[in-house]
């Protein structure tokens, strides 16, 4: 209880889940140790005896539980490397996984998916894997191509400086990352622009009305120079010929 205790006050000054709960669990794990080597003796255990067994024991357990271990030693590893931390949004481009961790055990990961299944990753796994962790990321990115109509050329240029202009100013774009807007292509029904920027914010709720901010926006800037844009089209061309009632 008082170690549980102390594991919430821990969380309550600002320490994070991860870190609260490793010390909790090694407090728990170094209080069982002492009380075993202090009063084992009374209980008939004696120390020597101990030693023997555990060396016996942990021989017998390297055989026939090598994979428990391996969970177990690389649970320890993820506390002190912390790739990810409870609560992180990660993902592996070597595995199905993704999530939000939920807990991280001394065998095994619980990972949250985003349709609320429990995923239960085994620890050893991650000394495998490539593992993502958006949960860190500073900025997200939006990135989009306006198509615009052929003749429409004319326009392109000014249209370019003005939705240029208009992430410079926008109050949820960050000034300081990459921001380009560009005409790259010339696409079989349309002419191109690349847009390319990053929002201050990473939660996906914010950044999606940012980005929706920003394409209607653009929108109004494509309209409000008359031009409009371009879908999938084919032009037929066809040569004058002459029917052959009117040859005669």
């Not at 921001?179 to 349309?190: E, G, H, I, K, P």
């Not at 004058?240 to 009632?245: A, E, H, K, L, S």
Request: glycine share 8%; charged share 20%; with cysteine.
């Amino acid at each position: 209880m008082l170690i549980n205790q102390f594991e919430k006050q821990q969380i309550k000054k600002g320490r994070d889940i991860t870190s609260a709960r490793i010390m909790s669990r090694i407090i728990k794990i170094t209080i069982i140790v002492v009380l075993v080597l202090l009063y084992g003796e009374h209980f008939g255990m004696s120390l020597s005896g101990l030693l023997t067994f555990g060396g016996i024991g942990g021989l017998a357990v390297g055989m026939a539980g090598k994979d428990i271990l391996s969970n177990f030693f690389s649970g320890i590893m993820l506390y002190f490397d912390r790739p990810f931390s409870i609560g992180d949004w990660i993902r592996s481009p070597d595995r199905n996984i993704e999530g939000t961790v939920a807990e991280i055990g001394w065998r095994i990961t619980k990972i949250t998916t985003f349709d609320n299944r429990p995923l239960y990753v085994p620890n050893s796994l991650f000394s495998s894997i490539s593992v993502e962790n958006p949960g860190r990321m500073t900025n997200r990115r939006i990135t989009t191509t306006i198509g615009l109509r052929y003749e429409d050329a004319a326009k392109v240029g000014v249209i370019v400086e003005a939705v240029r202009e208009m992430l410079k100013n926008h109050p949820a774009i960050d000034q300081r990352q990459t921001l380009l807007v560009y005409f790259n292509q010339f696409a079989d029904s349309s002419l191109n622009i690349m847009v390319y920027c990053f929002t201050k914010t990473t939660v996906w709720a914010e950044w999606l009305a940012a980005q929706q901010d920003v394409y209607l926006k653009i929108i109004d800037i494509v309209q409000s120079h008359g031009a409009d844009f371009a879908f999938p089209s084919q032009t037929l061309y066809m040569d004058n010929i002459t029917p052959p009632d009117q040859g005669r």
